[in-house]
């Protein structure tokens, strides 16, 4: 820690040739370049690990940033919690990364977020603690709600994986749906889930089917789960139901209008009877 002072004491400050006064905004990025898109560190639990920040102020007036860590499966210590920089400069600035001796082995986030004018920027880490891997991915509690196909992704391993999921279906005459969904997560974290839902607007009306989701991902082996449901059309069933029941009692109206045989008989008699009085 005293060598990471020293560094930032004696100013690791680098000229940056881009001058404006109205040009682009402060940047934080992995140092010294700012060339890398992350931090990535690698290393056996108990291991101190070293690198740097670099801050760049492109304007014309010294710029105070604020710099704050978190992170999982890492304690991550600045050289400062904060670094002016002049204008027209890039500091870096030290940190280390010192992994627990009980670090789960596999892939850690961890991340450095600069603040300053209202603004932030997030420096992302990657870490890797060095151990047995396993890519490990379940598909889980598989549901249709209407036209909504819902299901949950969980990584049972240790590594970071990019999911791909693949979503069909098969009614009782053969497939009605086989769909690649968008939206899914670019990285999905060790011990982590996700439920996501698909839309099925062009669902059966009139079907049973079995739905499928299978998961991929590089290095896991693929996951399959499975529901079953009923398409019915209950407001088509309603409305035959309706027009059963007006038609019944339209039945039983006129069933109960008609005179039954004896009362047809005694009225023919009493016809008769009256013509002979006559």
């Known amino acids: 820690m005293a060598r990471l002072l020293a560094a930032l004491l004696a100013g690791l400050l680098t000229p940056v040739t881009a001058v404006a006064v ?26 101190v690990l070293e690198d740097t920040l670099a801050v760049t102020n492109p304007g014309t ?8 860590a978190d992170g999982e499966g890492s304690r991550i210590v600045l050289a400062a919690p ?14 280390s990364l010192t992994v627990p001796p009980n670090a789960v082995p596999g892939d850690h986030r961890a991340a450095v977020t600069a603040s300053s004018g209202g603004r932030e920027s997030r420096v992302r880490i990657h870490l890797r603690v060095s151990g047995p891997l396993l890519a490990a991915l379940t598909v889980e509690d598989v549901s ?9 992704l969980v ?12 979503i069909m279906a098969d009614g009782l005459f053969g497939e009605v749906l086989r769909r690649t969904p968008g939206g899914l997560p670019a990285e999905l974290l060790p011990a982590r889930r996700i439920t996501l839902t698909e839309n099925w607007r062009d669902r059966p009306a009139l ?6 989701v299978r998961a991929t991902a590089a290095g896991a082996p693929a996951a399959d789960a499975t529901t079953s449901v009923r398409f019915v059309p209950w407001v088509w069933c309603a409305s035959a139901l309706a027009l059963g029941a007006a038609a019944a009692a339209l039945w039983l109206r006129r069933r109960r209008g008609r005179p039954s045989a004896p009362e047809c008989e005694q009225a023919t008699a009493d016809r008769q009877l009256a013509r002979s009085g006559a």
């Open 22 to 47: 109205d040009g682009p905004a402060w940047t934080a990025t992995p140092g010294p370049g700012g060339d890398r898109p992350y931090i990535y560190a690698e290393g056996a639990p108990g291991t």
């Open 61 to 68: 007036k010294p710029l105070t940033v604020r710099l704050r």
């Open 82 to 95: 904060s670094v002016t920089v002049p204008p027209r400069t890039r500091a870096e600035v030290p940190l």
């Open 144 to 152: 249709v709600t209407g036209g909504t196909i819902r299901y949950t």
């Open 155 to 166: 990584n049972r391993g240790n590594t970071v994986l990019s999911p791909r999921v693949t």
């Open 207 to 212: 079907d049973a089917v079995e739905v499928r």
